[in-house]
């Protein structure tokens, strides 16, 4: 069985619309392309076929995670009220 070389992993910014963020990417051995995290944000994980697709993608994803910090803090505030419907996968 052949010895994989580690992967370098790409340390770099993108421009979000709250603010910049840092962001990782690690090529993906087995799908191609990459896989992004972002310290700041862990709950932001996602993949890119390319490296300028790679940080659309952790764009919209670092974006969705404040967005839904910002409901749920919204809904915590009784600001708003979030209704969620049960779906099979759910029950």
């Not at 990417?25 to 993949?47: C, H, Q, S």
């Amino acid at each position: 069985m052949p010895i994989m070389a580690k992967s370098k992993k790409i340390k770099t910014e993108v421009k979000t619309d709250y603010g910049v963020y840092g962001i990782i990417l690690e090529p993906e051995p087995d799908m191609g392309g990459y896989m992004i995290t972002v310290p700041k944000r862990p709950a932001a994980i996602t993949w890119g076929k390319n490296q300028a697709h790679a940080k659309k993608m952790a764009r919209e994803a670092i974006e969705c995670c404040v967005e839904g910090d910002i409901l749920i803090a919204a809904e915590r505030e009784g600001a708003i009220s979030i209704h969620r419907k049960q779906t099979a996968a759910m029950a």
